[in-house]
């Protein structure tokens, strides 16, 4: 009996070590904040990839940058030393340029629109691009975060001439750069977790965000001015290291892009539904005009000869085959 208690230890002691050599945690990094949809939906995602894989493969979230900015992040990733992120596209286009494309100003009439051609053939090579050259593979390509516009301590801006000499803050990104140039502004680079100071201290005249983040972030606070001019749409993805992808089991990858897709359509649902509610809270703080007669031919007309030279960037066949793919979906 003896005997045969021994070898039944044995055996459950195999068991459990293959089942431990099994599991795995991924670490997760991301730069939104406690309080903000995508945080909670994240917190989710790592909890039902738990659920679903029985315990085998774990995520845990490093939220608010506590692992870097966001474009840190994307290069830990590129390394290999984080498995997952949630980067804009445009900060991945420090590898692929012509990942901005998708935040090019004015060039998309819906979110509709946007989802098809990102999701389509016209950005396919870019994907494979960043997973070929740089370790990143997606986990979803596409998830809605709001169209940005302009906030001002107090100059009420309805055309780019009323932003003349202004210092506007942007993200550290070309696109921003001469977009707010061409409209006649100073752009003012300043990392995203100090733009609250900044425009509380007037160091600049004002920022562009999409309305979640204005409001989660209280913008509206130290902002006397809302220009709903909509001149971008942000998109957000989920990444993962090719490396840490290669690794898994199939079904677990399954997994994982069943989740993030099913968080990435919760998130579009949720923060266009809140969008509306939002503005309103923001309007009635009392604290922000917002201005919504805003001459949106003024500002496209301001911004197309910058194009040129971003097609150069981007690469010409890429901005070519983009504007093929968005009058094909605009035609049918």
């Known amino acids: 009996m003896m005997k045969r208690l021994l070898t039944a230890l044995s055996v459950t002691t195999v068991l459990i070590a293959g089942g431990v050599a099994k599991a795995e945690t991924l670490r997760f990094g991301h730069a939104n904040a406690p ?22 493969l774990e995520i845990q979230v490093f939220p608010a940058e506590q692992l870097g900015k966001e474009a840190d992040l994307v290069q ?28 090019a100003p004015f060039l998309w009439k819906s979110w509709e629109e946007a989802e098809k051609v990102i999701q389509g053939p016209a950005f396919a090579p870019l994907w494979d691009e960043l997973r070929d050259q740089h370790n990143i593979v997606p986990l979803t390509k596409i998830s809605y975060w709001g169209w940005r516009n302009f906030t001002f301590t107090d100059r009420e801006v309805r ?9 506007i803050r942007v993200p550290e990104s070309p696109i921003w750069v001469e977009m707010v140039r061409a409209f006649g502004a100073a752009p003012t680079p300043i990392p995203f977790g100090e733009v609250y100071t900044a425009l509380q201290q007037k160091t600049v005249d004002g920022q562009e965000n999409p309305i979640p983040t204005i409001y989660s972030r209280k913008f509206y606070e ?60 923001i309007r009635k703080s009392g604290r922000t005009k917002i201005i919504e007669d805003v001459d949106a031919e003024a500002f496209q007309k301001a911004i197309e000869p910058i194009y040129p030279e971003l097609a150069t960037r981007w690469g010409e066949e890429h901005w070519q085959r983009l504007q093929d793919a968005i009058a094909q979906v605009r035609a049918q």
């Open 35 to 56: 309080g903000e949809v995508l945080n909670d939906l994240f917190n989710e995602f790592a909890e039902k990839v738990k659920e679903r894989t029985g315990g085998e």
């Open 76 to 103: 830990q990733v590129k390394f290999g030393a984080l498995d997952i992120s949630a980067p804009s596209m445009p900060v991945m286009s420090s590898l692929v340029p012509a990942m901005e494309m998708a935040s």
């Open 159 to 167: 055309k780019p001439e009323d932003m003349a000499g202004l210092k």
């Open 222 to 281: 130290v902002q006397g001015v809302l220009t709903l001019d909509r001149h971008m749409l942000q998109n957000n993805t989920i990444v993962i290291a090719k490396t840490t992808w290669d690794r898994l089991p199939e079904e677990q990858q399954k997994v994982l892009v069943e989740e993030a897709a099913a968080i990435s359509a919760k998130n579009t649902e949720l923060q266009q539904g809140r969008e509306e509610s939002m503005l309103e809270e």
